[in-house]
């Protein structure tokens, strides 16, 4: 079995439109990942975490 993460990206004060709202309860209903992330340092952390689960590491960093 495989598994998989979504990380949506916003800027600043962005919301979520209702489409990428409908995706998110989608992805959670597949029991998919996901998490919205407004900075490099948060997508790394999430990376970190999800991939913690699993005993894993991130071997890098996230850049831009």
């Known amino acids: 079995g495989g598994h998989a993460g979504v990380i949506e990206l916003k800027v600043g004060d962005g919301v979520l439109s209702a489409p990428q709202i409908a995706f ?28 913690a689960e699993f005993g894993l590491s991130l071997k890098g960093s996230v850049a831009a």
């Open 24 to 51: 998110r309860e989608a992805c959670r209903a597949l029991g998919i990942r996901w998490a919205c992330c407004r900075s490099l340092e948060r997508v790394e952390a999430v990376l970190t975490e999800w991939l």
